[in-house]
């Protein structure tokens, strides 16, 4: 199968309605988001959203996302839309935040991967709301990555991945954010299953309390079940060793010195994930700047892609830690599932 490239930047109207089309028609389009890349189908047809499965090489138990462009869309979706859901709706939609609550019987299975309940969200890129509204249907849509790999935030970042396995990827540029939406379960006291741009302090904010699921800063026990099924598996990974340095920061640069130079000694390719705050401590070490350590979001925005990036020269990537309030929570939840949990204390 031959993929080809739509610029939606250029050409909006004339890349969404072939996007829509394919979607019609029970095939898979990539398509960009204020979030990462998506990888959408029809989401009420079960043979296209088992491709979407198929594409990724993603467990089948690991359930989708459906992507509306109306807010009233979400009503044949959900048996009953709560109050608490409207608020959070209002506020917040459309945007990076995803609601889970109780399916109704339109949605297939292969959606919600047998779960009782679905998740739905509102895009507001530009190409995203366009494309869903055209194909007229919720679009399912997990991230465009191999399953496992870190979640694509440009379209080169698609091509890498999906080249040959999908007809077409909108190409709208990079994306606002950088790290998937935030993950909010409905079903009972509201919870994050997933850490996102819109905060456990933004939603508090709208809802009041907020509980945050066990799995997002530490790995499952034996026996212990993931709220979100996705939290199971392996995660963001790149194929470089990824460790975590946290504590305070003069001693986080400290250690990653200590850890740099004891590396290349080794032989090891290694190289620094840094902030604008330390890079005065990696001089003549290979080291890329993420972003600021006061704004966390401008390091979620960078995270992915250098990940990508770093990953084609090094075999040990050495990130700093960073403070788990505001972004930070979504932040240090997908640099620990990349370095596969493994923290040092500085
Ligand atoms: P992705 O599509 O790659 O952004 O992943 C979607 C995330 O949302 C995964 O972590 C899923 O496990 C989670 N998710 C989707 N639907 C549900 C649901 N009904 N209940 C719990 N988690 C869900
Ligand atoms: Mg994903």
Same mark, same amino acid.
């Given at each position: #199968?031959? +993929?080809?490239?739509?610029?939606?930047?250029?050409?909006?109207? @004339?890349? +969404?309605?072939? =996007?829509?089309?394919? !979607?019609?028609? =029970?095939?898979?389009?990539?398509?960009?988001?204020?979030?990462?890349?998506?990888?959408?189908?029809?989401?009420?047809?079960? %043979?296209?959203?088992?491709?979407?499965? @198929?594409?990724?090489?993603?467990?089948?138990?690991?359930?989708?996302?459906?992507?509306?462009?109306?807010?009233?869309?979400?009503?044949?979706?959900?048996?009953?839309?709560?109050?608490?859901?409207?608020?959070?709706?209002?506020?917040?939609?459309? /945007?990076?935040?995803?609601?889970?609550?109780?399916?109704?019987?339109?949605?297939?299975?292969?959606?919600?991967?047998?779960?009782? +309940?679905? @998740?739905?969200?509102?895009?507001?890129?530009?190409?995203?709301?366009?494309?869903?509204?055209?194909?007229?249907?919720?679009?399912?849509?997990?991230?465009?990555?191999?399953? =496992?790999?870190?979640?694509?935030?440009?379209?080169?970042?698609?091509?890498?991945?999906?080249?040959?396995?999908?007809?077409?990827?909108?190409?709208? /540029?990079?994306?606002?954010? $950088?790290?998937?939406?935030?993950? !909010?379960?409905?079903?009972?006291?509201?919870?994050?299953?997933?850490? $996102?741009?819109? +905060?456990?302090?933004?939603?508090? %904010?709208?809802?009041?309390?907020?509980?945050?699921?066990?799995?997002? &800063?530490?790995?499952?026990?034996?026996?212990?079940?993931?709220?979100?099924? /996705? #939290?199971?598996?392996?995660?963001?990974?790149?194929?470089?060793?990824?460790?975590?340095?946290?504590?305070?920061?003069?001693?986080? @640069?400290?250690?990653?010195?200590?850890?740099?130079? &004891?590396?290349? #000694?080794?032989?090891?390719?290694?190289?620094?994930?840094?902030?604008?705050?330390?890079?005065?401590?990696?001089?003549?070490?290979?080291?890329?700047?993420?972003?600021?350590?006061?704004?966390?979001?401008? !390091?979620?925005?960078?995270?992915?892609?250098? &990940?990508?990036?770093?990953?084609?020269?090094?075999? &040990?990537?050495?990130?700093? $830690?960073?403070?788990?309030?505001?972004?930070?929570?979504?932040?240090?939840?997908?640099?620990?599932?990349?370095?596969?949990?493994?923290?040092?204390?500085?």
């Amino acid at each position: #199968m031959v +993929t080809e490239v739509i610029n939606t930047e250029r050409q909006p109207e @004339a890349g +969404t309605r072939q =996007g829509a089309k394919l !979607l019609r028609e =029970g095939a898979l389009v990539a398509f960009p988001t204020e979030t990462v890349y998506g990888l959408g189908a029809n989401g009420l047809d079960e %043979a296209a959203v088992r491709s979407i499965f @198929a594409a990724k090489g993603r467990p089948s138990d690991n359930p989708l996302i459906l992507h509306v462009s109306r807010k009233s869309d979400v009503q044949p979706l959900w048996d009953t839309v709560p109050r608490r859901a409207r608020q959070l709706m209002d506020a917040f939609w459309p /945007g990076p935040l995803t609601l889970i609550c109780r399916r109704s019987a339109i949605v297939p299975d292969a959606v919600t991967g047998g779960l009782d +309940t679905v @998740a739905v969200r509102m895009p507001a890129n530009r190409t995203a709301h366009m494309l869903i509204q055209k194909a007229g249907v919720p679009v399912a849509a997990p991230s465009a990555n191999l399953s =496992g790999r870190p979640s694509p935030t440009t379209a080169a970042h698609v091509l890498e991945d999906m080249d040959g396995r999908i007809p077409l990827i909108l190409d709208g /540029g990079p994306c606002r954010y $950088g790290v998937e939406s935030t993950v !909010l379960s409905l079903c009972g006291a509201p919870t994050i299953l997933r850490p $996102g741009a819109i +905060t456990l302090e933004m939603l508090s %904010a709208v809802v009041g309390e907020v509980q945050v699921a066990k799995s997002i &800063l530490a790995p499952l026990g034996q026996g212990e079940t993931a709220a979100s099924p /996705g #939290m199971k598996y392996k995660h963001y990974a790149p194929k470089a060793e990824v460790v975590v340095i946290t504590g305070e920061t003069q001693k986080i @640069a400290k250690k990653v010195c200590e850890m740099y130079n &004891l590396a290349e #000694m080794q032989g090891k390719n290694v190289e620094i994930a840094a902030t604008i705050q330390t890079k005065g401590f990696y001089k003549g070490k290979k080291c890329v700047i993420l972003g600021d350590r006061n704004h966390p979001e401008t !390091l979620c925005a960078t995270l992915f892609s250098s &990940l990508r990036n770093i990953d084609e020269r090094a075999d &040990l990537i050495l990130a700093e $830690g960073i403070p788990t309030d505001h972004a930070g929570l979504a932040y240090m939840n997908r640099l620990l599932r990349a370095a596969g949990f493994q923290l040092i204390e500085a």
